[in-house]
Nanobody
Framework: QVQLVESGGGLVQAGSSLRLSCAAS????????MGWFRQAPGKEREFVAA????????YYADSVKGRFTISRDNAKNTVYLQMNSLKPEDTAVYYC??????????????????WGRGTQVTVSS
């Protein structure tokens, strides 16, 4: 079956960096758009970043522009989220998601068909 597994989360100090990975199986990874979302306690799930199947176009939430970078390695069926200059407000469970290429509105979680179970990122002051 289709499976997305996130890894790389942890507890770090403000200003440090983390690299999240999402390994995909059971789907044709190279024809899927991929996204990252996050959800903090008591808050709704919010869009973080997305990358289309062509590997050319990327999209970012205003809150992470200039600090986070999304990328993918189709040979490894993996999408990454490089997070630099982390802030306490970045603390959340981070989820990766997948949707077949050609989709629009990738900032909306309703656009995605498959989801991972999440990885916890905690940033201390």
């Amino acid at each position: 079956q289709v499976q997305l597994v996130e890894s790389g989360g942890g507890l770090v100090q403000a200003g440090s960096s983390l690299r999240l990975s999402c390994a995909a199986s059971g789907l044709a990874f190279n024809v899927f758009d991929m996204g990252w979302f996050r959800q903090a306690p008591g808050k709704e799930r919010e869009f973080v970043a997305a990358i289309v199947w062509t590997l050319i176009n990327t999209y970012y939430a205003d809150s992470v522009k200039g600090r986070f970078t999304i990328s993918r390695d189709n040979a490894k069926n993996t999408v990454y989220l490089q997070m630099n200059s982390l802030k306490p407000e970045d603390t959340a469970v981070y989820y990766c998601a997948a949707v077949v290429r050609g989709g629009t509105g990738l900032q909306s979680d309703r656009r995605y068909d498959y989801w991972g179970r999440g990885t916890q990122v905690t940033v201390s002051s």
